[in-house]
């Protein structure tokens, strides 16, 4: 067996706080010195190693009889109340399984996933993009972010689990604050509240079915129990939630300054599926996830895990290990020497929903853009802030002007140009 690499003084490199949030791809740089794993830590006091090489990564999606997703023992040596533990506190549900159980719960997922029709998710996107651009188009600036991007999934989402607009309040609350909780406090509220909206939804689904994906996670041949279908909802919508809003955010970023998208953004050299492809693989909205524990002590790419100790994935640092493309400099770029990007994730654990999430993405900007469609920045792309914190890769804002347009109320089209911009 080989020996233990020892590195007995190495330093621990924070992935939260204003430094990383600006620069992460600069901390991964550094911690290539360390080979395929790194040590890092995800917040005071709770470390874990990251994997940041291309074909380990991949090895390690790729074998479940190795690496777990069961947190149990780990969970025993971290603080109940950090700020992460709602991101890793292991529940009965698909990303936190293994085996048989785990297929079970995936297919659940999937099947359900599978019953969306794209064309009417492709208008719901389209009804409610057009309602949140109508909400500030006249004003002739917004935040992209703020007013758009995070907001539009959760209202495409909320409608496709079964609930109306307004209960999207409180799902806004819960999952906002289960990425972006600075102290166990906010993090303990944020988990409450995204528990009270899961907890509302199912019960009102257990008494009137519909067609939406709460009734046919509890419809699935899987029989689940009611304790498990809250549980698949609420993995579903948080993985879905913020690696969604953060490609529509980062792709739209990066469209607004190349020039190869527009002489106007509705008409150019490349598409809305161009960008966020371009995203996926240079700026992924989910840098640092897939939280494995090796199931034994292993020896890994040249370093000793012990069992039961936390392994997360960087999809950004392993995909972009062979160089990143800049906004404006290239478009697909695969990165890794060729490999595709694992913005996805991989093997059993990979995202089960990619199209329908695409296709959200793809709508939506299509819909800012072709009615909104001399939108440029107001600071320069290198100005723009990002949010700080260990697994997502998103953005505080976007602030961008356009010429101001106003509804048509003669129906031809949502739009028309305003007056005041004539």
């Given at each position: 067996?080989?020996?233990?690499?020892?590195?007995?003084?190495?330093?621990?490199?924070?992935?939260?706080?204003?430094?990383?949030?600006?620069?992460?791809?600069?901390?991964?740089?550094?911690?290539?010195?360390?080979?395929?794993?790194?040590?890092?830590?995800?917040?005071?006091?709770?470390?874990?190693?990251?994997?940041?090489?291309?074909?380990?990564?991949?090895?390690?999606?790729?074998?479940?009889?190795?690496?777990?997703?069961?947190?149990?023992?780990?969970?025993?040596?971290?603080?109940?109340?950090?700020?992460?533990?709602?991101?890793?506190?292991?529940?009965?549900?698909?990303?936190?399984?293994?085996?048989?159980?785990?297929?079970?719960?995936?297919?659940?997922?999937?099947?359900?996933?599978?019953?969306?029709?794209?064309?009417?998710?492709?208008?719901?996107?389209?009804?409610?993009?057009?309602?949140?651009?109508?909400?500030?188009?006249?004003?002739?600036?917004?935040?992209?972010?703020?007013?758009?991007?995070?907001?539009?999934?959760?209202?495409?989402?909320?409608?496709?689990?079964?609930?109306?607009?307004?209960?999207?309040?409180?799902?806004?609350?819960?999952?906002?604050?289960?990425?972006?909780?600075?102290?166990p406090e906010q993090a303990a509220?944020?988990?409450?509240?995204?528990?009270?909206?899961?907890?509302?939804?199912?019960?009102?689904?257990?008494?009137?079915?519909?067609?939406?994906?709460?009734?046919?996670?509890?419809?699935?041949?899987?029989?689940?129990?009611?304790?498990?279908?809250?549980?698949?909802?609420?993995?579903?919508?948080g993985a879905s939630y913020e690696?969604?809003?953060?490609?529509?955010?980062?792709?739209?970023?990066?469209?607004?300054?190349?020039?190869?998208?527009?002489?106007?953004l509705s008409g150019g050299a490349?598409?809305?599926?161009?960008?966020?492809?371009?995203?996926?693989?240079?700026?992924?909205?989910?840098?640092?996830?897939?939280?494995?524990?090796?199931?034994?002590?292993?020896?890994?790419?040249?370093?000793?895990?012990?069992?039961?100790?936390?392994?997360?994935?960087?999809?950004?640092?392993?995909?972009?290990?062979?160089?990143?493309?800049?906004?404006?400099?290239?478009?697909?770029?695969?990165?890794?020497?060729?490999?595709?990007?694992?913005?996805?994730?991989?093997?059993?654990?990979?995202?089960?929903?990619?199209?329908?999430?695409?296709?959200?993405?793809?709508?939506?900007?299509?819909?800012?853009?072709?009615?909104?469609?001399?939108?440029?920045?107001?600071?320069?792309?290198?100005?723009?802030?990002?949010?700080?914190?260990?697994?997502?890769?998103?953005?505080?804002?976007?602030?961008?002007?356009?010429?101001?347009?106003?509804?048509?109320?003669?129906?031809?089209?949502?739009?028309?140009?305003?007056?005041?911009?004539?």
């Amino acid at each position: 067996m080989p020996p233990p690499l020892s590195r007995p003084n190495h330093e621990v490199t924070p992935l939260y706080g204003e430094e990383f949030a600006a620069d992460p791809y600069a901390v991964y740089e550094r911690l290539r010195k360390y080979g395929a794993v790194a040590p890092v830590e995800i917040a005071p006091g709770v470390g874990a190693m990251l994997v940041i090489d291309y074909r380990a990564a991949l090895d390690l999606l790729h074998d479940p009889a190795t690496w777990s997703k069961d947190s149990s023992v780990w969970l025993d040596s971290v603080p109940e109340d950090s700020a992460v533990m709602p991101m890793l506190r292991g529940r009965p549900n698909a990303l936190f399984t293994d085996g048989e159980v785990h297929a079970r719960y995936r297919r659940v997922i999937h099947d359900s996933f599978e019953r969306l029709e794209p064309h009417h998710l492709r208008q719901l996107v389209r009804e409610v993009a057009d309602s949140l651009i109508s909400s500030f188009a006249q004003d002739g600036q917004a935040d992209l972010v703020g007013q758009f991007a995070r907001v539009l999934p959760l209202l495409v989402f909320n409608r496709v689990f079964g609930l109306p607009d307004e209960s999207s309040e409180l799902l806004i609350e819960g999952i906002a604050g289960m990425f972006d909780s600075e102290t166990p406090e906010q993090a303990a509220a944020a988990d409450a509240a995204y528990t009270r909206y899961i907890t509302e939804l199912t019960q009102l689904k257990q008494r009137e079915r519909g067609q939406d994906l709460t009734s046919w996670f509890i419809d699935h041949p899987a029989e689940l129990s009611a304790e498990e279908v809250v549980h698949q909802i609420v993995v579903t919508l948080g993985a879905s939630y913020e690696p969604l809003s953060n490609l529509i955010g980062n792709a739209l970023s990066r469209m607004l300054v190349d020039d190869r998208y527009y002489g106007n953004l509705s008409g150019g050299a490349l598409t809305a599926r161009d960008a966020l492809y371009d995203v996926l693989s240079n700026e992924p909205p989910m840098a640092n996830y897939s939280a494995h524990y090796p199931r034994r002590d292993v020896y890994f790419h040249g370093v000793w895990m012990r069992a039961g100790q936390l392994v997360l994935v960087s999809y950004a640092a392993a995909t972009t290990q062979n160089g990143r493309s800049a906004p404006g400099e290239s478009v697909g770029a695969a990165g890794s020497g060729g490999g595709s990007h694992l913005a996805w994730a991989a093997g059993p654990h990979a995202c089960p929903a990619q199209q329908p999430a695409l296709l959200i993405a793809t709508t939506a900007i299509e819909r800012l853009t072709a009615w909104l469609s001399d939108i440029e920045l107001t600071v320069s792309y290198d100005q723009l802030k990002w949010r700080p914190g260990p697994f997502q890769r998103g953005l505080v804002s976007l602030p961008a002007r356009f010429s101001p347009v106003s509804p048509d109320s003669a129906g031809g089209t949502p739009w028309k140009r305003s007056r005041q911009s004539a």
